[in-house]
């Protein structure tokens, strides 16, 4: 894998973890530079937000890379949109499908998740790392039964398995062009979630609306049924229609 600017310079590969996300986490504090990746063939307890069970069977891309950004707090939280649309890019030149991205963190093919991110931040030692998850080479029927509904992979979709050295390669480019528009603040996001009514779920309360906007620091400006508007900085993002 070779013409990486920064990111996926360097790679560290294994055939199992419990996550990558844990072992890129661990090497940033041992003074990894920006741009190191961690990949795995499988991990055995890999999670999403909340501390959510995110299956990783073999056959799928399950990788985390180290970021050392100037910028200020409030715009980390751009960091999983942008990674979730350099996966959506890297899905439709490569495979030409409609993935698209959900805020504030998924990759979706149809009404289906495909890819899925997780940023961790470490002020102590200012570092964050960006893990990724993408269903390739998966059978549906691997997933635990709660998430066959909702869930999809890039084998599923178009009837035969991918090249994941390929795939990685090619997300390797995207996230790079796009980390460096982040540096410049000159990064564009694409969300699908932007002008559907949406229901957002959060710890604390439910809200259903029209999300307007992705502000620049990655919040999500909702319009309620009243006109007024709120500012969510996260939640679970329910699609109230039938497409992506």
């Not at 006109?227 to 329910?238: E, L, P, Q, S, V």
């Amino acid at each position: 894998m070779n013409g990486h600017r920064t990111l996926g310079q360097k790679i560290e590969h294994f055939t199992s973890v419990d996550s990558t996300n844990d072992i890129a986490k661990r090497l940033a504090r041992e003074g990894a530079g920006e741009g190191t990746a961690v990949i795995a063939d499988i991990q055995e307890k890999g999670r999403g937000r909340l501390l959510r069970e995110w299956s990783s069977p073999l056959g799928g891309v399950w990788l985390s890379v180290i970021l050392r950004p100037d910028t200020t707090s409030e715009r980390i939280s751009l960091l999983p949109l942008i990674a979730g649309n350099a996966i959506a890019n890297t899905l439709n030149k490569l495979y030409d499908i409609d993935a698209r991205t959900r805020w504030p963190n998924d990759v979706l093919i149809g009404n289906k998740k495909v890819s899925g991110v997780l940023t961790e931040l470490d002020t102590a030692e200012n570092f964050i790392v960006v893990g990724i998850g993408i269903n390739a080479n998966i059978d549906v029927s691997e997933f635990p039964e709660e998430v066959r509904g909702i869930a999809t992979t890039l084998k599923e979709e178009m009837g035969r398995e991918v090249s994941k050295e390929e795939l990685i390669d090619c997300l390797f480019l995207e996230l790079d062009d796009m980390y460096e528009q982040y540096g410049s603040g000159l990064v564009e996001i694409n969300c699908s979630t932007i002008n559907r009514r949406v229901k957002i779920i959060t710890e604390t309360y439910e809200l259903t609306g029209t999300a307007k906007e992705v502000d620049e620091t990655g919040a999500l400006i909702l319009e309620l049924e009243d006109g007024t508007t709120k500012r969510i900085i996260g939640g679970d993002c329910i699609h109230l229609d039938d497409s992506a």
